[in-house]
């Protein structure tokens, strides 16, 4: 029988039944491809899934270690993970209404919300040439972005101008990837990028400076999470009950469990020296990821009031209309994560 569709994947809100075109660039996360219905778990074997994630970094560790660790296994799920690199396939997928499950908010209009939030702070440190002393100096500077309108763009985008940094006084540049922003950076082409960890080990070893870790800022940011679709809610609520229980489970292990879960890193991230996956772990893994993963209304909020310069629509909606948090409420009133935590 033809699979399903299940995307987790934080990329562009387009909110196309409300704000009529692509707006919001997020962070690609999981897309999800549902092989089998899902039977009742005193009826049935487990169900089978597919699971691609569109990007490798830390912030998709959740993912990989309730693979690895068994938590799909433990909750019915079998799961088999794929890499599917970028978000285009995945949106395609859900605009043809084969997706019923996705991380964002009513992703091309196809009613999507936001069940978690794993991750709700940039996890991003601004490096600068020698040019560059303090953020005024990034005016008239030439800013390297891995593209335009992706998640670094929009993190550098929102916190300039939160700090009086307004997005036509800097020069942004898409420059493609990290070896290829850091040589430009080298070459003085650039002034300035931002990078995460464990890319920032390698930016220190060539004498660039980090100026500001973003991760410490009192921003809130929708980086990554899991979503669904209101109508696969509504079909299939012991489905994703069940993969949120799996999530939460893997989120416990990775904090709990530094080791563990920096072995998990080093196998994804495929990198043999342990000193950047360590990075990768305290600096993101540790520092950002939420026990109790809600997706944040503020970083929500935050997205509605940059689209309202552009398109006014934006200001009739509420952060609570792109979220569903029954299944967290329900996880924590029933004391599943506190025990996992005792």
Same mark, same amino acid.
């Given at each position: 029988?033809?699979?399903?569709?299940?995307?987790?994947?934080?990329?562009?809100?387009?909110?196309?039944?409300?704000?009529?075109?692509?707006?919001?660039?997020? *962070?690609c996360?999981?897309? *999800? +491809?549902?092989?089998?219905?899902?039977r009742?778990?005193?009826?049935?074997?487990?169900?089978?899934?597919?699971?691609?994630?569109?990007?490798?970094?830390?912030?998709?560790?959740?993912?990989?270690?309730?693979?690895?660790?068994?938590?799909?296994?433990?909750?019915?799920?079998?799961?088999?993970?794929?890499?599917?690199?970028?978000?285009?396939?995945? *949106?395609?997928?859900?605009?043809?209404?084969?997706?019923?499950?996705?991380?964002?908010?009513?992703?091309?209009?196809?009613?999507?919300?936001?069940?978690?939030g794993?991750?709700?702070?940039?996890?991003?440190?601004?490096?600068?040439?020698?040019?560059?002393k303090?953020?005024?100096?990034?005016?008239?500077?030439?800013?390297?972005?891995?593209?335009?309108?992706?998640?670094?763009?929009?993190?550098?985008?929102?916190?300039?101008?939160?700090?009086?940094?307004?997005?036509?006084?800097?020069?942004?540049?898409?420059?493609?990837?990290?070896?290829?922003?850091?040589?430009?950076?080298?070459?003085?082409?650039?002034?300035?990028? &931002?990078?995460?960890?464990?890319?920032?080990?390698?930016?220190?070893?060539?004498?660039?400076?980090? +100026? &500001?870790?973003?991760?410490?800022?009192?921003?809130?940011?929708?980086?990554?999470?899991?979503?669904?679709?209101?109508?696969?809610?509504?079909?299939?609520?012991?489905?994703?009950?069940?993969?949120?229980?799996?999530?939460?489970?893997?989120?416990?292990?990775?904090?709990?469990?530094?080791?563990?879960?920096?072995?998990?890193?080093?196998?994804?991230?495929a990198i043999?020296?342990?000193?950047?996956?360590?990075?990768?772990?305290?600096?993101?893994?540790?520092?950002?990821?939420?026990?109790?993963?809600?997706?944040?209304?503020?970083?929500?909020?935050?997205?509605?009031?940059? +689209?309202?310069?552009?398109?006014?629509?934006?200001?009739?909606v509420?952060?609570s209309?792109?979220?569903?948090?029954?299944?967290?409420?329900?996880?924590?009133?029933?004391?599943?994560?506190?025990? &996992?935590?005792?």
């Amino acid at each position: 029988m033809p699979g399903k569709f299940f995307m987790i994947d934080t990329t562009r809100w387009d909110m196309k039944k409300r704000l009529s075109s692509p707006l919001v660039r997020l *962070v690609c996360v999981i897309v *999800v +491809l549902a092989l089998a219905d899902c039977r009742a778990a005193a009826q049935a074997p487990m169900e089978k899934l597919r699971v691609a994630y569109t990007v490798i970094a830390p912030t998709q560790l959740n993912v990989w270690t309730a693979k690895d660790m068994g938590y799909y296994t433990k909750h019915g799920l079998d799961v088999e993970l794929l890499l599917l690199v970028g978000a285009p396939l995945a *949106v395609a997928a859900l605009v043809g209404g084969e997706t019923p499950i996705v991380i964002t908010s009513n992703l091309a209009g196809a009613g999507a919300v936001l069940i978690a939030g794993a991750v709700n702070r940039f996890p991003y440190v601004l490096f600068v040439t020698d040019q560059i002393k303090r953020l005024e100096d990034l005016r008239g500077k030439h800013f390297g972005v891995s593209r335009i309108g992706s998640a670094d763009h929009a993190a550098a985008i929102t916190v300039f101008d939160k700090m009086g940094i307004k997005e036509n006084e800097v020069t942004y540049v898409q420059a493609g990837n990290i070896p290829a922003r850091l040589a430009a950076m080298q070459g003085n082409a650039l002034q300035a990028t &931002l990078l995460q960890a464990p890319e920032t080990l390698k930016a220190k070893e060539l004498g660039l400076r980090a +100026l &500001l870790d973003f991760t410490k800022l009192d921003v809130e940011w929708q980086q990554n999470g899991v979503a669904v679709t209101r109508d696969y809610i509504k079909k299939k609520p012991d489905t994703v009950r069940r993969f949120m229980r799996a999530y939460v489970d893997a989120i416990h292990y990775n904090l709990t469990n530094p080791r563990g879960a920096q072995k998990i890193l080093q196998k994804y991230l495929a990198i043999k020296d342990e000193k950047p996956v360590e990075e990768a772990y305290n600096e993101i893994v540790l520092k950002l990821t939420r026990r109790v993963p809600y997706p944040t209304e503020p970083g929500i909020q935050l997205f509605l009031d940059q +689209l309202k310069v552009k398109n006014p629509k934006a200001g009739q909606v509420k952060p609570s209309e792109f979220t569903d948090i029954s299944f967290l409420k329900e996880l924590e009133a029933s004391g599943y994560i506190d025990k &996992l935590y005792k």
